[in-house]
């Protein structure tokens, strides 16, 4: 939370934003997780409807703050709103009409009984309609069951684009070809599995037995084969195996492919751009996941003003700001995959390598190499210890092999 949002808000409202004890925190992370997963979702901002005056006078703002009312959130997912329609307005696009589904719970008897509604919602006005039997007719229509209004000129309802905007409530999921990557990879799963049954019985054959032989062969424990032809013999017919690794690399294939899709999402995308801007810092690319964030902030702006506007609160509701600084660019990926092929390969040194990631910032730059390497002297110690090994029971336990020095040890200041 920013600086600007109303003490009101802070104290009153967020740490118990949907009336059901979640705190913002809470309801923020389900909501970009809900838009994430289908490329938007919804909150609601409403406010409990209140009793009418026994004066009969208009109700004041004193008096709901008498009575404890107060605005609250509702997600909304995006298979519950029904419909949606908008116009422009000003330069912006203003919504006039919204439907959502909503299913809620009465008690019947000693047993819960869940039934549907259809919240409509208009600038000023919010309606109810639930399914109800016709005298004469068999089927339920809807009808309306209550309606009141809302003193708002405009749909208290917030949308959270996780992706590119393809119009009013359309977007294409950002996870979408992973999902598709996923089902994928549970169908060659099963198909892995089922070759696993198959190879691991071999079946049990015999060559020069004929149609007319008629007494049953019986395979078992103190059985003997019997077979009428003298060149006839018994033997097992196994799988070769070579559909076994070709599925496992299938696998293997398929879940690196997954894992750097999810990879592409922080990686900086400054689109397109002239030479001279793609000299310029890096850091003023932005990558999906932050533009996702850019988007939430601004979602949640949002919900905080008419938040606001419920409350009477003539400064506004105020901003937030979420941490932005989780990019990777792709060439500094590539160079440290670059990097630990070179180290596993043996052609740098332990040294070598830790240095370079202490100049990319992913160790610290107060990061003591010989301190480190004491700690990793002492783990190898301890696990040879547990596994009862002594490579060399002769050699001072503080001092490496003679003929068997590291390679890349903070001493070491050459390639080995």
């Not at 509702?74 to 912006?92: D, H, M, T």
């Amino acid at each position: 939370l920013n600086d600007d949002v109303p003490a009101a808000i802070q104290e009153n409202i967020l740490p118990d934003v949907d009336l059901q004890g979640n705190n913002l925190d809470v309801f923020a992370r389900a909501w970009f997780r809900e838009g994430m997963a289908k490329a938007f979702a919804h909150v609601l901002i409403d406010f409990p409807r209140p009793a009418p005056r026994e004066d009969g006078q208009p109700r004041t703002l004193a008096d709901d703050r008498a009575e404890g009312l107060r605005p609250y959130w509702v997600l909304i997912k995006p298979e519950c709103l029904l419909f949606a329609r908008a116009e422009v307005i000003n330069g912006s696009e203003v919504l006039q009409h919204v439907r959502i589904l909503e299913h809620y719970t009465e008690q019947d008897g000693f047993a819960e009984v869940t039934k549907v509604r259809i919240r409509v919602l208009e600038p000023g006005l919010v309606q109810l309609w639930e399914p109800r039997k016709r005298s004469g007719k068999s089927k339920e229509e809807w009808a309306l069951v209550d309606e009141w209004g809302t003193g708002l000129d405009y749909v208290p309802l917030v949308t959270f684009y996780a992706a590119k905007k393809q119009g009013l409530m359309l977007a294409k999921p950002p996870l979408l070809d992973l999902a598709w990557l996923n089902v994928s990879h549970w169908q060659s799963t099963s198909d892995q599995r089922h070759i696993l049954t198959v190879t691991r019985f071999p079946l049990l054959a015999c060559s020069g037995a004929t149609g007319e032989d008629s007494d049953p062969v019986v395979i078992g424990p103190n059985k003997i084969l019997y077979n009428s032809d003298p060149q006839g013999r018994f033997y097992y017919v196994e799988h070769g195996g070579a559909a076994i690794s070709a599925g496992r690399q299938d696998l293997q294939d398929l879940e690196h492919q997954m894992a750097g899709y999810g990879a592409e999402f922080l990686k900086k995308k400054p689109g397109d751009q002239t030479a001279t801007a793609r000299a310029l810092d890096s850091a003023e690319a932005t990558s999906d996941l932050q533009a996702m964030a850019v988007a939430f902030e601004d979602a949640v702006a949002q919900a905080l003003d008419i938040t606001a506007e419920w409350m009477r609160l003539a400064e506004g509701g105020g901003t937030v700001e979420l941490v932005k600084e989780y990019d990777i660019d792709e060439q500094d990926a590539s160079g440290l995959q670059a990097l630990q092929v070179a180290r596993d390969k043996r052609d740098i040194s332990r040294k070598a390598y830790l240095n370079a990631l202490i100049l990319r910032g992913i160790l610290p730059e107060d990061f003591d190499m010989d301190e480190d390497w004491e700690v990793l002297q002492e783990e190898i110690s301890d696990a040879m210890a547990r596994a009862g090994l002594d490579l060399d029971p002769g050699q001072r336990d503080d001092q490496p092999p003679v003929n068997n020095p590291p390679s890349g040890g903070p001493s070491d200041g050459g390639d080995q």
